[in-house]
């Protein structure tokens, strides 16, 4: 129809940019080889000159080589016109070096523009003059600066300063003290912008010529903070390398703590210098320490840690501390005037000034004035996001020095998410500087949530902090330990990657920090030594391994229980070397050598020939460093070890023959058959031959005999371990299509990773990973911490159960909609109910019971919704109310008979609002107000899946995604107290914990349950690793919601309970998961 208006998007963006253009000299670019160029520069007009060299400078920054111009832009260098001689100082700058000899053509007329009237043009003459950087030209250029430099103008004298490392450049030796005396000129100058200039000139031309700061001192401090930004940086570094150099360290400051040493009789030397500092006012007789200032301000900026560690400073960095001068903060005036300077200077708009002035209140500041730097500091932190990093390293530098500066604001630093992972681990590193003990609490709290973060490799950095706080607070050890312990039995200890990026690096950094925890007092950490030993059978990163094995060389003689353990772990590790990493099988080697050196006794033989064996494999390993190390370790071992032992000592490995000794003592078989046997208490059946009590001397066969007893009496499957398989016949009246329990074994799901090489037998290989390593502990049940379950650390093992008609026990829970004394009579009664509505999937099935407890029929009884009719009545002049909760429409009761109840199913679309529902309920033609409050824990619908799907959908759901809260649970023990009274019947207390727990999950929220993880425990009551875990589906988004619930504890005491929700809905999620803490505490 209007075809003028038909562009294209391409058309539209050109024209939109041609818009942007107008009245911009953009247009200069579009046609870079215009051959109007010269023509237009001999023109008799200023205009046409300043359009040609406008277009010379465009050509210039798209790259081009305009320089055969250069003989007519020199002609135009004696313009009249402001704009046309700048555009022709500018080309000047970019060709003088190209083209010398034409740019001496052109001096007559700088050095007449420096006589101009105009200051810009005698500016812009001297800034050319002094771009050219030609030593022919150089004599004529520091006249012409010295000329400037006592221009009226203030300008033309910050040129004259900017112009002199330019001139300085050029390394003309002869006229240095006339350039720095050009300096100390303008040192002097009333201007502060003239003042920041002739600072950076200081800085480049002469850094050390403190003579020329002396007698301008007191003034430049005083200036100070009204110099120009980037010059109060510059600034404030010569009044302080000044500061140093002429009175050295301030005793009362922090640097002077950390570096200085005072040396005899310095009070009088103090004097002295005071004394010839106040009696010569020009300063040329007092002395200055430049070294010292040096040494000083490199020692603040790149960190004392890091610079006096080098070993090339610190003989001589000991040496100018030792003799350097120092100074008191409260009697030195020039100190004094110097804080006075920069103290507002701490509030800059520029961050940078604000570092440099706290840099100077660190340095000079007796300790108890640095405290005003915090603030600054924590406020340009908050403020400004660029420069965040360098303001971080300045505080790592002041927090590492003085941590009580910053220890009360350590949420300051806690991680946000956008921050980068330099300024994580910059934050980390604060964090635990400045960890005291009235916030260590809260930091534990933050690192837990860090160590969640989607980044492993900041993860891992959180790890190792906490080992680092563990170091700085002896008494958080303890803690601090069972927290990392617990990371090591996480499922990612099973990774097998060697990357310190991902789940590996934060196993790997657990067990580091656990090794430097121990390393500061190992007799008291011999049982943890012991669990990470025991734990070498499921842990398959290298590194991680290694450090394990490390521990066991170095602790090989800590306590009882290590020593005599040595000789299943190094049979072991012999057995696992060859398919060992590089950095494992060293280790292992190292190990072995250890070992082998203390060994004494009978043992003493057993070692040489494990020892021969190990070195052996390694001298015929395929990589060259294990070759070389087991070559070396060779003449390290005793001289008894002879190569005729080298020659036999294949025997010394573990034969079949050894299998019985050790399987009496296997704890994991014990912890199943006691398992089995309580559940056969739970249904009246009598024993298993043996029983409880005599489970320690069953061995493989009766194990296998019992639970193929169990399985025919009982008609329950049970699957074993140990590779047996399964039997189930049927007996009684029990049902064998749906068993009651399906029992399955849970902690064997890791048994079958590397470990021994792959020839050898099956049964040899149980001997080497899991029975010998269970072994260890047969003698000692408690090796955990004493803050932490004891069995949930000694054996992981669980069985999986699932309890048969659970869902008819469930009985909803019910609330109160009228009460009778308010209803005349009439009482109702509501619950949720499971059932899913066929009408929508958004609809929540809610039960309503109405009851007449008068002795007349009650008649029209009827449930309405007051907002929705309302919303209904106005819909036509408001809009229309989408989100607000609606009742469908129920069928009205005609009467109710004296005594008559009445229950009904009504549907309600709660929009996940959480605030009740009013609604008016008629009755013999009256109205009464009633309120329906909602229950989220039935804005789902049950969601089945296996354990399969679940774990799943659960690893797809971490981080941002979880969310968990811990409670105490008690209503399992009024269930305990009842079957203790009941002698009929006794039933096994871990069913009862599960079902008072899923009883109590399943009444108040409409989940399914997926499945039951039972702890096989040794000691009856010990409840800890009990795992219910429930899925459900959000009926408005139809998104999977999955809850577990963990329970620590004793049976008969209340459980610690920890509660995870998965859901991607946030505000879901936390309000989900509150309602389930408070329904089950």
């Known amino acids: 129809m209007f075809t003028q208006f038909g562009a294209t998007a391409d058309s539209l963006s050109k024209a939109s940019t041609l818009m942007f253009r107008i009245g911009t000299d953009a247009h200069l670019y579009d046609d870079p080889e215009d051959v109007n160029i010269a023509p237009l520069l001999d023109s008799k007009f200023d205009s046409e000159k300043c359009e040609a060299l406008k277009r010379l400078l465009a050509l210039i920054a798209q790259g081009f080589d305009v320089s055969n111009f250069f003989p007519q832009v020199v002609k135009n260098v004696a313009s009249q016109s402001l704009e046309v001689k700048k555009l022709a100082y500018l080309y000047l700058l970019h060709y003088a070096e190209k083209r010398p000899n034409e740019a001496l053509l052109s001096i007559n007329s700088f050095q007449k523009d420096l006589g101009d009237t105009n200051p810009l043009v005698r500016a812009w003459a001297l800034r050319t003059m002094a771009g050219i ?27 004259a300063a900017n112009a002199l490392p330019k001139l300085h450049d050029l390394h003309l030796e002869e006229n240095s003290s006339t350039i720095e005396e050009i300096v100390g000129t303008l040192l002097s100058d009333s201007s502060p912008g003239v003042v920041g200039a002739a600072a950076a000139a200081f800085t480049s031309v002469c850094p050390n010529n403190y ?80 070294d010292l200032a040096r040494t000083i301000s490199r020692c603040y900026i790149e960190g004392p840690d890091e610079y006096l560690s080098r070993t090339s400073y610190a003989n001589r960095i000991s040496f100018e501390f030792s003799g350097a001068k120092f100074t008191s903060g409260r009697s030195n005036d020039e100190v004094k005037i110097l804080l006075q300077g920069t103290s507002p200077l701490l509030w ?147 990774c097998d990657s060697g990357s310190t990026n991902g789940e590996a690096g934060i196993l790997i950094q657990a067990i580091v920090s656990i090794k430097s925890i121990i390393a500061q007092d190992p007799p008291s950490h011999e ?188 008609s329950m499957t049970v699957s074993s371990g140990d ?109 949720f109910s499971p059932e899913i509505s066929s009408i929508s999937p958004l609809l929540v099935s809610v039960q309503v019971s109405f009851e007449n407890c008068t002795d007349e029929t009650i008649s029209e009884v009827t449930l309405v919704d007051e907002e929705s009719s309302k919303a209904s009545d106005s819909s036509e002049s408001s809009p229309s109310h989408k989100d607000v909760p609606t009742l469908v429409p129920m069928e009205e009761i005609a009467s109710l008979e004296p005594g008559q109840t009445v229950k009904k199913i009504v549907y309600v679309c709660f929009h996940h609002h959480l605030l009740p529902l009013k609604l008016a309920l008629y009755c013999n033609g009256k109205k009464l107000s009633v309120k329906l409050r909602p229950d989220i824990g039935y804005f789902v619908k049950p969601l089945p899946m296996d354990f399969e799907a679940f774990t799943e959908k659960e690893s797809r759901l971490p981080g941002m995604f979880e969310y968990t809260r811990s409670f105490t649970f008690v209503d399992h023990i009024g269930e305990l107290n ?50 219910l875990r429930f899925s459900g589906e959000i009926l408005s988004k139809s998104m999977p919601c999955l809850i577990t619930i963990t329970a620590e504890g004793k049976c008969s005491e209340p459980l610690n309970v920890l509660v995870k929700v998965n859901c991607e809905e946030t505000v879901f999620g936390l309000n989900l998961l509150n309602r389930i803490v408070n329904f089950l505490s």
């Open 211 to 290: 003579s020329l700061i002396g007698r301008k001192y007191r003034r430049l401090c005083e200036i100070l903070p009204d110099v120009e930004e980037w010059g109060q940086i510059v600034l404030i570094g010569i009044l302080l390398r000044y500061a140093i150099a002429r009175h050295g360290l301030v005793k009362e400051s922090i640097m002077f703590s950390l570096h200085g040493r005072e040396r005899p009789h310095s009070e009088k030397d103090d004097s002295d210098d005071d004394f010839a500092l106040k009696n010569d006012a020009s300063g040329t007789s007092g002395k200055y320490d430049s």
């Open 348 to 494: 800059s708009n520029n961050s940078a000034v604000v570092v440099a002035a706290a840099g100077v209140h660190w340095i000079m500041a007796p300790r108890e004035e640095v405290k005003r730097i915090v603030k600054p500091l924590l406020f340009l932190l908050r403020s400004s996001s660029t420069s965040k990093y360098v303001v971080l390293c300045n505080i790592q530098v002041f927090a590492k020095a003085m941590p009580s500066l910053f220890s009360p604001y350590f949420e300051d630093f806690f991680v946000v998410s956008s921050d980068s992972y330099q300024i994580k681990a910059l934050k980390l590193e604060i964090i635990c500087s400045i960890a005291t003990d009235s916030s260590i609490s809260s930091i534990f709290k933050e690192f837990q949530d860090y160590i969640r973060d989607q980044d492993r490799r900041f993860a891992a950095d959180a790890v190792a902090a906490i080992g680092l706080c563990a170091k700085q607070i002896p008494n958080m050890a303890r803690t601090c330990l069972e927290g990392l312990l617990a990371l090591t039995r996480q499922d990612f200890s099973t």
């Open 133 to 159: 950087r030609l030593h022919v030209i150089a004599p004529l250029v520091l006249v012409a600066v010295g000329k400037c430099a006592k221009d009226t103008a203030v300008y033309v004298r910050k040129c």
């Open 978 to 1027: 009842k079957e203790s009274s009941n002698n009929a019947l006794v039933k096994d207390n871990f069913l009862l914990v599960c079902e008072s727990l899923a009883l109590k999950m399943l009444s108040n929220a409409n989940f399914s349950l997926v499945s039951v993880d039972m702890p096989i425990s040794a000691k009856h009551d010990d409840v800890s690793g009990l795992c």
């Open 527 to 714: 049982k943890v030594v012991i669990q990470l030993v025991r734990s070498l059978d499921s842990i398959k990163v290298p590194a991680a391994r290694a450090t394990i094995i490390w521990m066991i060389g170095e602790y090989r003689n800590l306590g009882e229980i290590i020593p005599r353990m040595l000789t299943i772990v190094l049979k072991y590790l012999a057995w696992s070397f060859t398919s060992e990493a590089l950095e494992t099988k060293l280790q292992i080697l190292n190990t072995t050598v250890k070992v082998l050196s203390g060994a004494k006794g009978e043992e003493m033989q057993t070692f040489k020939k494990l020892g021969s064996y190990v070195i052996e494999l390694a001298d015929c390993d395929l990589n060259y460093d294990v070759r070389d190390r087991a070559r070396f370790l060779k003449k390290l071992l005793p001289c008894s070890l002879d190569h005729g032992e080298l020659e036999v000592d294949t025997d010394c490995l573990p034969k079949q023959q050894d299998l019985p000794q050790l399987q009496d003592m296997n704890l994991s078989q014990n912890l199943a058959v006691f398992l089995i046997t309580s559940l056969i208490q739970s249904h009246g059946v009598d024993t298993l031959g043996e029983g409880v009590d005599g489970t320690d001397s069953l061995s493989g066969s009766s194990y296998e005999e019992s639970a193929s007893d169990y399985s025919s009496e009982q």
């Open 723 to 831: 590779g047996g398989s399964d039997e189930t016949s049927s007996a009684g009246e029990v049902d064998n299509t749906d068993p009651l329990i399906q029992l399955s074994d849970t902690g064997d799901a890791n048994q079958n990773q590397n470990g021994a090489p792959q020839s050898a037998s099956t049964d040899l290989e149980e001997l080497m990973s899991k029975r010998s390593l269970e072994t260890w502990l047969s003698e000692q049940p408690g090796l955990s911490i004493p803050s932490t379950s004891e069995q949930s650390q000694l054996c992981k093992s669980s069985a999986r159960i699932s309890i048969r008609d659970i869902s008819s026990r469930v009985k909803p829970k019910s609330y109160r909609l009228l009460d009778p004394a308010n209803g005349n009579g009439l009482k109702v009664d509501y619950s």
